[in-house]
């Protein structure tokens, strides 16, 4: 069974840096791609950066690129993402997700699989 167990998150000042965690069990890693999506207050949920786990190539959303890296370690069949530089406009809850697919599609259209953690909040305010 796919599952995702996100961590990591919390209350940060603007400026500062978080790295979050995704457990990943169910799959291994090797075969999919994985990546971070983003629910701001009040919008729908977006792809924010996505890697393919096997070559380590990444896309980023244009707005945290230069700020985030996201990254993974396959023995341990998790992901990170890197965060710094935090703005108030990146507050939100923070889900990871993977598919076998491109990793661009997977940020453009989520999971086929339809499958969630719970996600890790991330506020950014003074």
């Known amino acids: 069974q796919l599952q995702f167990v996100e961590s990591g998150g919390g209350l940060v000042q603007p400026g500062g840096s978080l790295r979050l965690s995704c457990a990943v069990s169910?799959?291994?890693?090797?075969?999919?791609?994985v990546g971070w999506f983003r629910q701001a207050p009040g919008k729908e949920r977006e792809g924010i950066s996505c890697?393919?786990?096997?070559?380590?190539?990444?896309y980023y959303q244009d707005s945290v690129k230069g700020r985030f890296t996201i990254s993974t370690d396959n023995a341990k069949n998790t992901v990170y993402l890197q965060m710094n530089g935090l703005k108030p406009e990146d507050t939100g809850v923070y889900f990871c997700?993977?598919?076998?697919?491109?990793?661009?599609?997977?940020?453009?259209?989520?999971?086929?699989?339809?499958?969630w953690g719970q996600g890790t909040q991330v506020t950014v305010s003074t």
């Open positions: 169910g799959i291994t890693l090797d075969d999919y791609a």
């Open positions: 997700a993977a598919d076998r697919t491109h990793y661009r599609w997977l940020c453009e259209d989520g999971p086929h699989t339809g499958s």
């Open positions: 890697i393919g786990s096997s070559d380590g190539v990444a």
